[in-house]
Structure formats: structure tokens, C-alpha cells
């Protein structure tokens, strides 16, 4: 895969293990030299014409880059890149009929603590995006900023709590959900789905230990023994790291667990029926293990105060 492809496969930003991975490591290197990708952070890679583009529109209209345009220059991953920079704009502001054609453009009111420069702030940038964006959209947004080190998730539970209207029940059930914990857009967009299966407690990153080695499936539900996976093989360019896919899934399956695969073109157009696989291994499982588990956990609690358990 080249490594432009691998790049809008990811939301548009990659870290360095995901684009070595992808295209390996002299692509990389090359890329970087023709600038074809940007590094904005330590590891972290970034499509210039996502950058460049809001910037340059920002600074043209006096106005402030938001959504995943801001989410974008903080190197976070997305489910989707914008298809035009993503704008604010104070209210009452007039823009052209042209520039709301060569931008998406929002009027909405922001102080001077919720602007960094050019774009957004990475707290007022998730909570834009939790407002704003599909769920799915917006934890990946939140999982990333998480990621990143620059917001915390207490920063975005008191922010979320702090909204008016119904903007805040919604920033604050992103905000419950977050996690540092998934590599990328694609297993946050999965696990977003996977939350409105009742019963099922699917977690990122759990340590498991199969085969004799310590492993961390993508995402675990432990008492249910099932394991899903981001199917990363579209990203894979040695014969070693598919050898370890193989290994690490039949050595799951010969310890007891169900695994499950999803691709990415499954996870981020086809979400009906991941959710219905995802709710059919569940009862399995759940069927094997005497059928009360489910029942007995009910459909995840949505919060509704920073205080809510």
C-alpha cells in the first residue's frame, strides 16, 4: 500500500509504527523528504493538504480552524479527513457564498481561552467535535486527544459538564467513553459501535497471556472470552507479521476464545452488521457461559453528571 493511501486509511494522520508497517520505513523516509507527509509531533505524521489548507483559510478569513480540521493539526487520528478546512467564525460575521463553498463554515461564539493561534484549543476542539460529529466520529477525536497527552480525560468530563442544552449530555458520553488505550481511528470507531450492544464490555488493550506470551488484543471482554480484532492485514508488508497475526489467533482459539475480525472498510461502512456480529458472538459466548451474563450486566449506563458511576 502506498503510503498516501495508508495515510487516508488512517484518518488523514499515523503514527510512525503504523506508517512503517503499512509502506515500510524508506517509503517513509521518502516522503518525508518530498514532503509528501509532515511530521507535527514526535512520531506522529500528518497529510500536508489537511494542514496547509486550514491554516491558510484561517488566517485568509480571520477565523479559527475547528472540528477535525483543529483535530488534524494536533496530529490526532480520525475516522474521516474533512472534504474543505473546517471553519469558525465569530456570529454575525458575513462570509461569501464562495468561501462557504471553498470552506464548512460555522458561526459560533468562542473566548479567547478556547483559541490557540490559528485553530482551536485540544479541549474545546473534542468538545466541537462531540457536539457536532457522529459518536463514532467523535470518541475516535477524544481517544486521540487522549493519546496525545494534551487533554485529560477529568479536562473533558468538567468541559462536557460545563456545556448548555443538549450539547452537554452528548459531550459528556464521549467524554465518559474515552480512552487513551486504542492505537487508532479504526478501534475507536469499533469499540463506539461495540458500546451500544447490550451487555457486552468490550475494553482496548487488555493484557492476555496465550501460548506461553503475554499478548493485547486489540479489544477483550475477559469474562465472555471474546476477542475483537482491527484487522490490520491491508497494512502488512512482511511475512513476519502476518506469521504473528496467525500465531496469535489460533493460539486464542485453542485457549477458548471466539475471535472476531472486522476490516476497515467493514468498521467504517458496513456498522450494521458489525454491530449484528458483534451482538450474535456476544450471545454466543454468553450462551456457553450459562446465558445470565448479559442479562445480568444490561445495556451500558450513559452518564449524567461528572459524578455518575
Known amino acids: 500500500m502506498d503510503i498516501v493511501t495508508a495515510m487516508r486509511r488512517l484518518g488523514g494522520v499515523a503514527g510512525h509504527g503504523e506508517l512503517k508497517a503499512a509502506a515500510g520505513r524508506q517509503a517513509l523516509d ?38 477535525r480540521s483543529a483535530a488534524a493539526s494536533y496530529g490526532w487520528s480520525l475516522k474521516t479527513l474533512p ?41 474545546r476542539t473534542v468538545m466541537d467535535c462531540a457536539t457536532t460529529l457522529p459518536f463514532d466520529e467523535a470518541l475516535a ?50 469499540r463506539a459501535i461495540s458500546i451500544d450492544v447490550p451487555g457486552l464490555r468490550l475494553r482496548p488493550q487488555v493484557r492476555l497471556r496465550v501460548g506461553g506470551r503475554r499478548i493485547r488484543p486489540d479489544l477483550v471482554d475477559r469474562e465472555l472470552r471474546l476477542v475483537v480484532e482491527a484487522d490490520s492485514h491491508e497494512f502488512h508488508t512482511s511475512e513476519r507479521a502476518i506469521d504473528a497475526d496467525c500465531w496469535r489467533y489460533d493460539e486464542l482459539v485453542l485457549d477458548g476464545w471466539l475471535v472476531i475480525r472486522f476490516s476497515w472498510v467493514q468498521a467504517m461502512f ?23 451474563l448479559l442479562g445480568r450486566r444490561g445495556a451500558l449506563r450513559r452518564p449524567t453528571t461528572i459524578g455518575h458511576r
Open 30 to 67: 521518502q516522503a518525508l523528504r518530498a514532503g509528501v507527509v509532515r511530521r507535527v509531533a514526535r512520531g506522529r505524521y500528518v497529510l500536508p493538504e489537511v494542514l496547509d489548507g486550514a491554516r491558510v483559510e484561517a488566517h485568509r478569513l480571520t477565523a479559527v480552524a475547528c472540528l
Open 83 to 123: 472534504d474543505r478546512p473546517e471553519l469558525a467564525v465569530p456570529r454575525g460575521r458575513n462570509v461569501t457564498a464562495h468561501d462557504q463553498a471553498l470552506n464548512r463554515v460555522r458561526w459560533q461564539r468562542l473566548s479567547p481561552g478556547d483559541v490557540d493561534d490559528w485553530r482551536t484549543t485540544p479541549v
Open 141 to 190: 477525536v477524544a481517544d486521540s486527544a487522549l493519546r496525545s497527552g494534551l487533554v485529560t480525560q477529568a479536562d473533558l468530563m468538567r468541559a462536557a459538564d460545563r456545556l448548555p442544552g443538549r450539547g452537554r449530555d452528548t459531550a459528556l458520553e464521549v467524554a465518559w467513553f474515552a480512552s487513551d488505550l486504542p492505537a487508532n481511528a479504526f478501534e475507536s470507531v469499533i
Open 270 to 292: 458496513q456498522q450494521e452488521w458489525v454491530a449484528s456480529v458483534l451482538m450474535r458472538a456476544a450471545a454466543r459466548q454468553d450462551l456457553r457461559l450459562g446465558g445470565e
